[in-house]
């Protein structure tokens, strides 16, 4: 299963790694490929997590979400 988070406030590749980083750490996600330029980061989770951990988990990581579908 993918889901797709906006995220504003990555303007560079080591965003990228920080939003990544902090996502693949979290239980459940397998994979997570961020973008400064699309404002995104596509996940691949094994089951479905919920919203609130995901944008807990963003914001720790110093960025703010916009959506998650």
Same mark, same amino acid.
């Given at each position: 299963m993918k889901k797709i988070i906006r995220?504003?406030?990555?303007?560079?590749?080591?965003?990228?790694?920080?939003?990544e980083k902090a996502l693949k750490a979290v239980r459940g996600v397998k994979n997570a490929k961020a973008s400064f330029i699309e404002k995104t980061c596509i996940i691949d989770v094994k089951f479905?997590? %919920?919203?609130?951990?995901?944008?807990? #988990?963003?914001?720790? %990581?110093?960025?703010?979400?916009?959506? #998650?579908?």
């Open positions: 995220i504003e406030g990555m303007t560079c590749h080591h965003c990228e790694m920080r939003v479905d997590i %919920a919203e609130d951990i995901i944008r807990e #988990v963003v914001m720790q %990581a110093g960025y703010h979400v916009v959506t #998650v579908e």
